[in-house]
């Protein structure tokens, strides 16, 4: 059983920037491959970007390149989400995902989810 936990998001005004914070516990952090998804009312859930155990290998969504920067510090357990220059569409809340198997855009692949933290970008 693995347990995650985010933190982190809150109110920001449009090109402004903030970090995400995902600490797990429960199993060996290492062996998991991490991502971030978002979910905004009235829309589906989507991609936002996905990092290896190693951390060497990452993919974005097209929507955030550039913009938003994941990494992980496999001591702390802990994955992060940098994210800068953030526009009003960026609004939602953004949930943290593990998977034993290796990096992938699609949520399905996904066994264990935080909470979520909401993020709100005012114009």
């Known amino acids: 059983q693995v347990q995650l936990v985010e933190s982190g998001g809150g109110l920001v005004q449009a090109g402004g920037s903030l970090r995400l914070s995902c600490a797990a516990s429960?199993?060996?952090?290492?062996?998991?491959?991490m991502g971030w998804f978002r979910q905004a009312p009235g829309k589906e859930r989507e991609f936002v970007a996905t990092?290896?155990?190693?951390?060497?290998?990452?993919n974005y969504a097209d929507s955030v390149k550039g913009r938003f920067t994941i990494s992980r510090d496999n001591a702390k357990n802990t994955v992060y989400l940098q994210m800068n220059s953030l526009k009003p569409e960026d609004t939602a809340v953004y949930y943290c995902?593990?998977?034993?198997?290796?990096?992938?855009?699609?949520?399905?692949?996904?066994?264990?989810w935080g909470q979520g933290t909401q993020v709100t970008v005012s114009s």
């Open positions: 990092i290896s155990r190693s951390g060497v290998f990452t």
């Open positions: 429960g199993r060996t952090f290492s062996r998991d491959t």
């Open positions: 995902a593990a998977t034993q198997s290796g990096i992938s855009t699609y949520g399905s692949s996904y066994n264990y």
